[in-house]
Every structure is written in C-alpha cells, then in structure tokens.
C-alpha cells in the first residue's frame, strides 16, 4: 500500500482501541488493527492513510466516544491523545489508557533539531515501546526515511523555491501552517523554505487573509484538500487577489487531505504528495 504501513493482521492480547485519529494512524503504522476507532468514514475521507481494515468497529465521534460500546469490546488498552479527560476515569474502569501526544503543542520551532518531525518519531517510538513492539517503531521511521529520499529524487530537477502551505477556509482566509508545525521540519528534510515567516498558535497554524501573502513574490503556494483549487480559482478572478504572483503565473499545487497533525504518518503521506505534486508542475 502506497504510503503508510500494509493493512496489518495481527492483533494484540484483547486488542488496543484508538481514542482518536492520530492514535489510529500510529498504532496502524506500528502494524496493529486497532480493536476501536472514532469516526471511521470521516477518517478515510479527511486522513486516508493509514488504511483501515474493513470490520473495525466505530466507537462513535471523536468527543464522546459510546462508553456501552467500548465497555462491550474490552480492549486490553486504550491509546489516546489526552483530550478526553472528562471520560478519563469511566475509560480507566474499562482498560488502562495510554496517552499518545503525536505534536508538541509547546513548540514555537525555535532552536528545536528537527522540529515537530523529531518529536513525532520520538513519541511513535514510545509508545512502540510501550506497547512491546519497538522494532515496529524502527519499520514506520524507515518508512518515513525511504519516502523523504523518493521525495527528494523526485525534486533534484525542481527550481527551489519557498512555499507557502495552506489550505482555503473560505473568500478571503486561509489556514497557513508556520514554522512549529509538521509541515515545516518536513519541509527542512527536503531542504525547501517555508515562504510563511509570520506567527502561528500551538498547532503551527494561524488564519490570515490572502492579502498576507504578497510578501514573498518568488514563492509557491501548496494547498491541502482537493477542494481548495475551485477556491483559489474564485480567489484568482477577484482583483484583490489576482495580482498576487503565485496565483497570476499559476505556482500553486493541490494536494488530497492530509492530518496535519498526525505525525509520522502524515509526515511520510505529505513528503510523498508533495514530491509527486510539485516535480511535474514547477519550474
């Protein structure tokens, strides 16, 4: 399976049920079918990867999982990202709970080798360890490892270029992702620029207007979500927007829905997009 670990087969002593979905891409990229997981067709459209096997039961939404189901699949463990802790006591009564934090919500990407990317690998390999499977750990970096290289191949005859990464929240504002995010120490392992400079909140983003963008005239603009390009087609016939260069001379990729914070997975899926995005478009 392109990206992302093989659906996997085995299954762990009573099972180890996800509490969210970055947890269910780490315990899927380790090699474990989780006995649980929320929102599972939401997942598949707005995560993808990795795949989830058929028959993996949904324990309902992200906030408030069905605490009757869980109690009913009696997993041997719970892996979660610590945010529910209003429940954290009637989920404890069912199994131990593992907390799983896949970004650093404290990083301002100042000073920190390797950013959100070292910080993903360092907690995918706790809890590998945690789990009893840390060569599976070892796997998923390899993974990631071999996929920054195909990137970089990819990109050798590429004209570099600073990129803005974002996604289009609606006629004027944008998602932009800065210098503490996932995005960004991807982008420094393909030894890329990340054309936004300006402040971002403790998931590496921040909402600007388009207009903010104008400062960096040389860069690209990378958009996350399929939908996004008949957004940037609207935003290109506005006069306000359709002076800015990246949208004038058409330097602007779209790429399919990745998590953005969802560690080494979503690393290893937006380094892999983002080298078959950018190679045939940009020169």
């Known amino acids: 399976m392109a990206g992302g670990a093989r659906a996997a087969e085995r299954r762990t002593d009573g099972g180890v049920c996800a509490l969210d979905w970055t947890s269910a891409q780490a315990l899927l990229a380790l090699g474990i079918v989780p006995r649980g997981l929320p929102e599972i067709d939401r997942y598949r459209r707005a995560v993808v990867e990795p795949a989830v096997p058929d028959g993996v039961p949904d324990i309902g939404a992200r906030a408030e999982p069905n605490l009757e189901l869980l109690d009913r699949l009696a997993p041997a463990r719970f892996v979660g990202d610590g945010t529910l802790s209003a429940v954290q006591g009637r989920l404890e009564r069912i ?28 907690s ?23 996929t920054l290289a195909a990137a970089r191949d990819r990109l050798s005859g590429w004209e570099p270029r600073p990129l803005y990464i974002l996604s289009v929240l609606d ?3 944008v998602l932009i992702h800065g210098r503490n995010s996932l995005y960004h120490a991807v982008l420094d392992r393909l030894g890329i620029a990340n054309a936004w400079t300006g402040p971002s909140g403790p998931y590496g983003h921040a909402t600007v207007t388009m207009d903010r963008l104008a400062g960096r005239p040389d860069a690209g603009l990378v958009n996350i979500g399929s939908e996004g390009g008949r957004a940037l087609e609207a935003l290109a016939a506005l006069p306000l927007f359709a002076g800015l260069p990246f949208l004038r001379e058409g330097r602007v990729t779209i790429l399919p829905p990745i998590l953005f914070y969802g560690g080494v997975p979503a690393a290893e899926r937006f380094a892999r997009l983002l080298g078959e995005g950018l190679a045939p478009h940009h020169g």
Do not use: K, W, Y
């Open 95 to 122: 199994a131990p709970v593992t907390v799983h934090p896949p970004f650093d919500t404290r990083s301002d990407g100042d000073g920190e080798p390797g950013g959100q990317l070292a910080f993903a690998i360092a």
């Open 171 to 173: 006629g004027r504002r």
């Open 124 to 146: 995918l390999r706790g809890l590998a360890a945690g789990l009893g499977v840390p060569e599976a750990a070892e796997r998923a970096v390899a993974r990631l490892d071999r």
